[in-house]
Nanobody, 128 residues
């Protein structure tokens, strides 16, 4: 099973940018393990349900929620076992805890109802 660690959150003014990182590892130290998984970025705002905002398939195909399309870019570096989320033109409504997660099995798409496991999350706060 892949363990995930998110980083890169912080406090930024509206219009600012952040880059989140999601790095995967396994207890066996399996190199390039992330390359077999589709990975999603999700966020949860206070009092709201967790929602998926972007994902990148194991083959590199991206998907974005309408609310972030054109502002966020997801990418992956399989050598570093890392998936990135570049967030530009941030809005106060982008505030929340951001989590990454892999699909429940290799090649499966991660959804809010079906992931292998959740990371601990990283807080993003956008001030108005």
């Amino acid at each position: 099973q892949v363990q995930l660690l998110e980083s890169g959150g912080g406090l930024v003014p509206a219009g600012g940018s952040l880059r989140l990182s999601c790095t995967g590892s396994t207890r066996t130290g399996n190199d390039y393990v992330m390359g077999f998984y589709s990975v999603g970025w999700f966020r949860q705002a206070p009092g709201k349900e967790r929602e998926r905002v972007a994902l990148i398939t194991w083959s590199g195909g991206p998907w974005y929620a309408d609310s972030v399309n054109g502002r966020f870019t997801i990418s992956r570096d399989n050598v570093r076992n890392t998936v990135y989320l570049e967030m530009n033109s941030l809005k106060p409504e982008d505030t929340g805890v951001y989590y990454c997660a892999t699909g429940a099995a290799p090649y499966a798409l991660p959804t809010t109802a079906s992931v292998a496991s959740w990371g601990q999350g990283t807080q993003v706060t956008v001030s108005s």
